[in-house]
């Protein structure tokens, strides 16, 4: 999408996409300005003229999670986790990541090939986030087909297949809200140190509602996996594609942390998020109404020539980088301590166990989702 948003960027900065109903915005400075200004662009998709949504009593819990709420709301869910997730607690576990990192390598090395994605960049942060939530790790194939589902966007925009797909959506979402259900209650009346435990006390507090809980949960499944399974698959993309900068990592004279920050902002593992206008707003000299989808393309911005130099360029070694990766804002990603660590951590394993890492193959599949981006496979080869 590279050469696309360079073009957007130059000639149409914010324009109106018809076909899919919505305010495209490019540039870091709109960019920025859009996320930084939650009264004006809302993250509440009920805002929204132009998105039909099922009935109330139908919607999916995830309508009550933060991540889709603004103001006080907002904030007193947040609040519910929020210490779990900063970056000191998050350290306290980093001897169990390693050890659940080394658990799967140590399989999928042998013999000198791997599929980057389903041995290691998949089952990892889903069996670190089924650890701090409290749920077996077994339980993954599933996870991994709701996750799936609820991020997919359709290609296909014929009737048959929106509805198609927003059964699908519907089913995935009913039968991940069963699954929490039952570990709630089971946590409510047997506690123990995981998320759920949080969630299901903070509901029998009253500081949540029971929807609000299923929520929570179901956010926290999804959120964190096809993201950081994409952050460590594009980091594997990047430096094969630049052995020199593999090279400086692995001797150590660039750390790991800054080349995963450059990661984040040259291949974006989310590209673009959305917000609704609350009040009619100008931008960039275009009216935009009350009700309008806004776009704001973090991928194009995150390449801005305003922003950063030889934006087009892999710099593990760039500083400052101020990318929006993790989003700006009161929404910013609750989850980028852990993220970071976990690509840090599983990085670190894979480059200790594999030597002359080679990508094999020519072609790459692209994940199957309009914001999301990655790849569905990364086949290398190296010297165990
Ligand atoms: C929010 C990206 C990993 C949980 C966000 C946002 C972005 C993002 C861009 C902002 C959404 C918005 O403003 O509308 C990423 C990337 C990840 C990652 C690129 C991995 C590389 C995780 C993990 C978790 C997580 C591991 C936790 C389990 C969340 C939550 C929010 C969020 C709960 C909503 C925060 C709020 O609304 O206040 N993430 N994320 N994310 N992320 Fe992540």
């Given at each position: 999408?590279f050469?696309w948003?360079a073009e957007?960027?130059?000639?149409?900065p914010?324009r109106?996409?018809?076909?899919?109903?919505c305010?495209?915005v490019?540039?870091?400075?709109?960019v920025d300005?859009?996320?930084?200004d939650?009264?004006?662009?809302?993250s509440?998709p009920?805002?929204?003229?132009?998105?039909?949504?099922?009935?109330?009593d139908?919607q999916?819990p995830?309508?009550?999670t933060?991540?889709?709420?603004?103001?006080?709301?907002?904030?007193?869910?947040?609040?519910?986790?929020?210490d779990w997730?900063?970056?000191?607690?998050i350290a306290g576990?980093?001897?169990?990541?390693e050890e659940i990192a080394a658990?799967?390598?140590d399989?999928?090395?042998?013999g000198?090939?791997?599929d980057?994605?389903?041995?290691?960049?998949?089952?990892f942060p889903?069996?670190?986030?089924?650890?701090?939530?409290?749920?077996p790790?077994e339980?993954?194939?599933q996870?991994r087909?709701?996750?799936e589902?609820?991020?997919?966007t359709p290609?296909?925009?014929?009737?048959?297949a929106?509805?198609?797909?927003?059964?699908?959506?519907q089913?995935a979402?009913?039968e991940?809200?069963?699954?929490?259900?039952?570990?709630?209650?089971?946590?409510?009346?047997e506690?123990?140190?995981d998320l759920?435990?949080?969630?299901?006390?903070?509901a029998s507090?009253?500081?949540?509602?029971?929807?609000?809980?299923?929520g929570?949960c179901?956010l926290?499944l999804?959120?964190?996996?096809?993201?950081t399974?994409?952050?460590?698959?594009?980091?594997?993309?990047?430096?094969?594609?630049?052995?020199?900068a593999?090279e400086?990592?692995?001797?150590?004279?660039v750390?790991i942390e800054?080349?995963v920050?450059?990661?984040l902002?040259y291949?974006?593992p989310?590209q673009?998020?959305?917000r609704?206008?609350?009040e009619?707003v100008?931008?960039r000299?275009?009216?935009i109404?009350?009700?309008d989808?806004?776009?704001?393309?973090?991928?194009?911005?995150?390449?801005?020539?305003d922003?950063?130099?030889?934006?087009g360029?892999?710099?593990?070694?760039?500083a400052?980088?101020?990318?929006?990766g993790?989003?700006r804002?009161?929404h910013?990603?609750?989850g980028?301590?852990?993220a970071r660590m976990e690509?840090?951590?599983g990085?670190?394993?894979?480059?200790e166990?594999?030597?002359d890492i080679e990508?094999?193959g020519e072609?790459?599949q692209?994940v199957r989702?309009?914001f999301?981006?990655?790849?569905?496979?990364?086949?290398?080869e190296f010297?165990?």
């Amino acid at each position: 999408p590279f050469d696309w948003y360079a073009e957007m960027r130059e000639d149409h900065p914010v324009r109106y996409d018809d076909h899919r109903e919505c305010w495209d915005v490019f540039r870091y400075d709109d960019v920025d300005r859009i996320l930084d200004d939650p009264e004006t662009f809302s993250s509440d998709p009920r805002l929204a003229s132009t998105i039909d949504l099922p009935p109330e009593d139908e919607q999916s819990p995830i309508m009550e999670t933060m991540l889709l709420t603004d103001g006080d709301r907002h904030d007193r869910l947040r609040g519910v986790v929020e210490d779990w997730f900063r970056p000191r607690a998050i350290a306290g576990r980093a001897a169990r990541f390693e050890e659940i990192a080394a658990d799967l390598l140590d399989d999928a090395v042998e013999g000198g090939r791997m599929d980057v994605i389903d041995d290691f960049a998949y089952p990892f942060p889903v069996i670190v986030i089924a650890e701090l939530l409290g749920v077996p790790s077994e339980d993954r194939p599933q996870f991994r087909r709701w996750s799936e589902t609820l991020v997919e966007t359709p290609t296909d925009t014929s009737e048959a297949a929106t509805e198609a797909y927003q059964e699908r959506q519907q089913e995935a979402s009913e039968e991940l809200a069963e699954y929490f259900e039952e570990k709630l209650d089971a946590r409510a009346r047997e506690p123990r140190d995981d998320l759920i435990t949080v969630i299901a006390e903070a509901a029998s507090e009253d500081r949540l509602t029971h929807e609000e809980a299923l929520g929570f949960c179901m956010l926290l499944l999804v959120a964190g996996n096809i993201t950081t399974t994409n952050l460590i698959g594009n980091a594997m993309r990047c430096l094969t594609a630049h052995p020199t900068a593999l090279e400086r990592v692995r001797d150590g004279s660039v750390s790991i942390e800054s080349a995963v920050e450059e990661v984040l902002r040259y291949r974006s593992p989310v590209q673009a998020l959305a917000r609704i206008a609350t009040e009619p707003v100008e931008l960039r000299g275009t009216e935009i109404e009350a009700g309008d989808v806004v776009v704001p393309w973090l991928g194009a911005a995150n390449r801005d020539g305003d922003v950063f130099a030889d934006p087009g360029e892999f710099r593990i070694d760039r500083a400052p980088n101020p990318h929006f990766g993790f989003g700006r804002g009161t929404h910013y990603c609750l989850g980028a301590p852990l993220a970071r660590m976990e690509a840090r951590i599983g990085l670190n394993a894979l480059f200790e166990r594999a030597a002359d890492i080679e990508r094999r193959g020519e072609t790459l599949q692209p994940v199957r989702s309009a914001f999301i981006y990655g790849v569905e496979e990364f086949p290398i080869e190296f010297r165990p």
